[in-house]
T-cell receptor, first 108, second 115 residues
Framework: DAKTTQPTSMDCAEGRAANLPCNHS???????VYWYRQIHSQGPQYIIH???NNETNEMASLIITEDRKSSTLILPHATLRDTAVYYC?????????FGSGTKLNVKP | NAGVTQTPKFQVLKTGQSMTLQCAQD?????MYWYRQDPGMGLRLIYY???????DKGEVPNGYNVSRLNKREFSLRLESAAPSQTSVYFC??????????????FGSGTQLSVL
């Protein structure tokens, strides 16, 4: 029973914006959407999270649809160091469940 | 602050052996987690602890036990290791963010091989 759905992989040219989509149609009204990334076999790293409004920080922007059933993570100027697996996560009963994520390949 | 510290970083076991993976955090977080990650897969939740003395099962708890004796430490025990438990194990803790929601912090992982 998938809590989020993401494409398996995506390519992006260096310097371009990377737009990573996520579907979370069963999200509850008061639950946040979280994005993490994992580079190689390191522990996942926090990127951003949001509830209803769009959010931006120094790493990325998060766009959440009005019905909250999907969201998009935007890396505005992707670099080779952004090559990683990106996880879109919603919590269930206070627990974080990771799906399989999207492998983003940033190419020169 | 060291953050989330896991020991050991690498371990090789024989089938049937037991061992405990240690995890400690120095950030005064209430919640702690154990995940496993098989090659090419995402992270799967093994156990979760909302606070000292409480634990709850995740997606794949079979074959594991956990102990949260104090706020800092959350250990994962394999009583009788099996080859199917070969994986990378990550410990994490979380704290409520200033703008709401929770923020996870991960350790660097333990690579476990069961022969």
């Amino acid at each position: 029973d998938a809590k989020t759905t993401q494409p398996t992989s995506m390519d992006c040219a260096e310097g371009r914006a990377a737009n990573l989509p996520c579907n979370h149609s069963t999200i509850s009204g008061n639950e946040y959407v979280y994005w993490y990334r994992q580079i190689h076999s390191q522990g996942p790293q926090y990127i951003i999270h949001g509830l209803k409004n769009n959010e931006t920080n120094e790493m990325a922007s998060l766009i959440i649809t009005e019905d909250r059933k999907s969201s998009t993570l935007i890396l505005p100027h992707a670099t080779l160091r952004d090559t990683a697996v990106y996880y879109c996560i919603v919590r269930l009963f206070n627990k974080f469940y990771f799906g399989s994520g999207t492998k983003l390949n940033v190419k020169p | 602050n060291a953050g989330v510290t896991q020991t050991p970083k690498f371990q090789v076991l024989k089938t049937g052996q037991s061992m405990t993976l240690q995890c400690a955090q120095d950030m005064n977080h209430n919640s702690m987690y154990w995940y496993r990650q098989d090659p090419g897969m995402g992270l799967r939740l093994i156990y979760y602890s909302a606070s000292e003395g409480t634990t709850d099962k995740g997606e794949v708890p079979n074959g594991y036990n956990v102990s949260r004796l104090n706020k800092r430490e959350f250990s994962l025990r394999l009583e009788s290791a099996a080859p199917s438990q070969t994986s990378v194990y990550f410990c994490a803790s979380s704290v409520r963010g200033r703008t709401g929601g929770e923020k996870l912090f991960f350790g660097s992982g333990t690579q476990l091989s069961v022969l």
